[in-house]
């Protein structure tokens, strides 16, 4: 007898969570992307790094499914990306969100149900639940009715964060989570961050921090246009790779590499 498995059965058995085969991605007939082939393991949180315009953001968005390639084709657990939409959550980068519209924080985060309610379903009881504990673990549940044109920008990006936490994701796509976030707010972030790896879940995040990377991240992939280099974290972190990606001298990866041997100091 020919066993069938479950979606959730077939997802659990599969080590890759994202495959990028051959994806070209154009604007006005200028590639964005060119020839992306990566796969990235489940389980694992992974850092994307490249200078303005290297086409980061375009990568996040169309593993997400936000963007759809010029060529190629990108599977989530062996799949084409509509068939397991619900297991991607995406947070964009704070700056594309328009913060204007007249809803408070709790409305805003509410949001990350409606992937799983049906066409005019009003969202349950478990939904606002999920809300009220997403706002808990991400700081901001004395915020909840606030509108969300008055939030500082670190409260703005957690609130991201909190609506794709009610998600329930199996993968959380994250475009600069960190970037110009109080100090606070950064340590609630990497802390969600190492939780979601810990429940096995794939975070793929852009990045700009270079000296903090050891610390948070399991893998880095180099971008430039095209894809120059994916792996482990200190196989990729090297001169080599960073004077391919940016052109930059090798006293950044001294620091890189002084605080990583620092950072493994402290955990012996």
Known sequence: MIRTYSSKEHIEQLNVAVKCENVTVEYKGRPNLLNINMEVPSGVLLAVLGPNNSGKTTLLKTIAGVEKPTAGNIYIYSRPTHALKNDVAYVPERNHVNWDFPINLFDLVLMGSYNRLRRAEQPHKKDKIAVKEALERMGLEKLAKKSICDLSRGEKHRALIARALVQDARIYIMDDPMVAAD????????????????????????????????RYFDMVALLNVKLLGIGKTEDILTEENFEKTYGMSAGIIKNIRLYMDESHDRTK
């Open 183 to 214: 100090e606070e707010s950064i340590n609630i972030i990497v802390e969600v961050l190492q939780e979601l790896r810990a429940k096995k879940k794939t975070v793929i995040v852009s990045h700009h921090d270079f000296v903090t990377i050891p």
